[in-house]
T-cell receptor
């Protein structure tokens, strides 16, 4: 069965450093991958989408990579700030449209001042 | 621009009671979705509506029904609530030229 793995343990990082979160998947050939941010008590907020034919995508301090051979996406936040503290979710979608998106369980990031 | 609005924000039900969760979006999105989020399980799709007038089952539809009332509104109904339906419910929407869902702020439901 399809499986998406995100590190369930919280990631603690010092302010100013680069945070790197991992999303691994098995038994899946996604056409695209999304990353979302979720704050406590709130709904997820969309951050970035990367397609299977793209290696890397950037948006301000965010960078996402997508390696379909390793079946892995890395999500980087450079110059991290305490305001970046949140849970980050990855979601994989196939060519069947957005109704086929499967979400990971998320990794909690804590940026320490 | 409010985005996706969900009501109520919190609800406690007794086993066997029924209720309807409301969702409305003001972004003219075609597709709307209901997810539930449980600890350690991730977001799981209950039902979706790809366009006005259509609805389809997702991964975990048992015990739920939906109505796409119009393009703006998509409601989720629990006919006979069970403790296993204790969860946080999120409504989301998207349209063709967008890359990610817009989510509501969620409804925290407890069934006792």
């Amino acid at each position: 069965s399809q499986k998406i793995e995100q590190n369930s343990e919280a990631l603690n990082i010092q302010e100013g450093k680069t945070a790197t979160l991992t999303c691994n998947y098995t038994n899946y050939s996604p056409a695209y991958l999304q990353w979302y941010r979720q704050d406590p008590g709130r709904g997820p907020v969309f951050l970035l989408l990367i397609r299977e034919n793209e290696k890397e995508k950037r948006k301000e301090r965010l960078k996402v990579t997508f390696d379909t051979t390793l079946k892995q996406s890395l999500f980087h936040i450079t110059a991290s700030q305490p305001a970046d503290s949140a849970t980050y979710l990855c979601a994989l979608g196939n060519s069947g449209g957005y109704q086929k998106v499967t979400f990971g369980t998320g990794t909690k990031l804590q940026v320490i001042p | 621009n409010a985005g996706v609005t969900q009501t109520p924000k919190f609800q406690v039900l007794k086993t066997g009671q029924s209720m309807t969760l409301q969702c409305a979006q003001d972004m003219n999105h075609n597709s709307m979705y209901w997810y539930r989020q449980d600890p350690g399980m991730g977001l799981r799709l209950i039902y979706y509506s790809a366009s006005e007038g259509t609805t389809d089952k997702g991964e975990v539809p048992n015990g739920y029904n939906v109505s796409r009332l119009n393009k703006r509104e998509f409601s989720l109904r629990l006919e006979s609530a069970a403790p296993s339906q204790t969860s946080v419910y999120f409504c989301a929407s998207i349209t063709g030229n967008r890359e990610g869902y817009t989510f509501g702020s969620g409804t925290r439901l407890t069934v006792v």
